[in-house]
């Protein structure tokens, strides 16, 4: 299972690699599955590299990224053309915003007999 401490410095980790800024947005995770060669070398003692599987929009691209949350690395930043992300609840949120601060919107209320647009579900 992930935890929010593995994903807040897979973050961090991108961050400090110059990948990342502020308005970059993440729109999946998921735990690295190791390939076989790399289970079947695995020995008893052996350490185990965690590591997780991004994918970031930044600065209009998308990009699949995966990072070793055990050595603070990026293995992977690989820009992914002509895909748009699926929606997260940034962008989901945004959507109600700019709906209900619509002017044309608020009028098609308005002409149902509904005055307070925060009242409709988006």
Not at 3 to 13: F, G, H, Q, R
Not at 48 to 62: I, Q, S
């Amino acid at each position: 299972m992930m935890t929010a401490d593995e994903l807040n410095e897979s973050v961090s980790v991108l961050r400090s690699s110059g990948r990342i800024n502020d308005s970059s947005t993440f729109h999946g995770c998921c735990i690295y599955e190791p390939t076989k060669q790399e289970v079947a070398s695995w020995q008893p003692g052996d350490s185990v590299d965690r590591r997780l599987d991004l994918v970031v929009r930044h600065e209009g691209e998308v990009y699949e990224a995966r990072v070793s949350i055990t050595r603070g690395e990026v293995d992977r930043w690989e820009a992914v053309p002509n895909v748009v992300p699926r929606v997260g609840f940034v962008e989901l949120f945004k959507v109600m915003d700019a709906c209900r601060n619509d002017s044309d919107f608020q009028k098609a209320l308005k002409d149902r007999g509904i005055d307070d647009p925060s009242k409709v579900q988006i």
